[in-house]
């Protein structure tokens, strides 16, 4: 997989997911234009290790709730790389700016997560668009589970705002498939070194646990380097004929044999507002609507662990009592 001579546009590429992303385009030699937010040191950290693969880029500072900023962002791009050839739209509000339930949500906060998201994607396919050739590759990374089952109820302005960006995805898809380019989401589970570690250390270290004890059947959560390499293979040349998708969780592929073939559900890959809905062990595998069964693997604790208070853990965490996240710092 090579993108040499490709140009690539990673929002909130500066850290967690978007940077694995950034570092995975750079190491298969793309030109990588790293967006960041209000975090430069850790945007101009992702540039450097760019370099370091070889690669080159620049940084671009954009607000994707805001209408301008995204326009000016893509005229950098413009200015700096003449044309695109990858979009990824990844970057995503701290959660203190939308997290709240649906019958106290502001109509500030709902239209923040909106903006930032199906705005922010509608505004910016159109503007890549306008950048690209035959064979423009775009990806959403969003969060499907979240608008499903409304079960994680502060979460419902993004949850909503994750669903209406995986929509646009299949619309898109089909506007620009005559041109060749393609539009797909990439819907990670649980991830770590990402905004997981501003919830604290008791979170981080509940997460790693809960799916170390069986609740991904690869046993580990997800990574940003995950994420980038499912990322990297949608904007393969050979990806030409994946078009309007959002493949299963990587794990997916590590599955026991009997999941294999089926999507997925959150269920096994991990996620908090799953909590309240522990799976049976009589439902059966692919049954339409059922969620799926895992087996354990070897050694492992009877099946399904217990799910940890995810919800309340980071609704009581320090990142979410006060009106300003801590800055999150990721090595
Ligand atoms: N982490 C997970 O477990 C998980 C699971 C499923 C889906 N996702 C999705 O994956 C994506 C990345 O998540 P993450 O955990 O890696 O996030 P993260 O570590 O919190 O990073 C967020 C990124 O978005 C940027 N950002 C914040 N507010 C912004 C704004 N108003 N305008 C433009 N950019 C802004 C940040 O820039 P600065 O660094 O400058 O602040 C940063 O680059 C998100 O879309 C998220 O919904 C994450």
Known sequence: MSFKGKHALVTGGSRGIGRGIALKLAESGARVAVHYYANEG???????????????????????????????MFGEVKQRFGTLDVFVANARPEAAKFYQKPMEITLEAWDHAMDSQAKAFLVGVREAAGLMGQGGRIVAITYAPGGQRGTWQPWVAMGSAKAALESLVRYFAVALAPRGITVNSVSPGLTDDSVLQSFGDAAVDIARKWHGSGWTPMGRMGTPADIGNAVAMLCSPEASWITGQRPPHPPAFGAPRETRGAPLCHAQTGGPEMAPHTPRRSEPPGKPGALLCVTPRPGAPKWPPKPPPFE?????????SGPKLPRPVNP
């Open 42 to 72: 850790a945007a101009k950290d992702t540039l450097e290790r760019v370099r370091k693969h070889g690669a080159d880029g620049f940084l671009v500072q954009a607000d994707v709730s805001r209408v301008d900023d995204v326009r000016r």
């Open 312 to 320: 309340s853990l980071v609704t009581a965490s320090p990142a979410m």
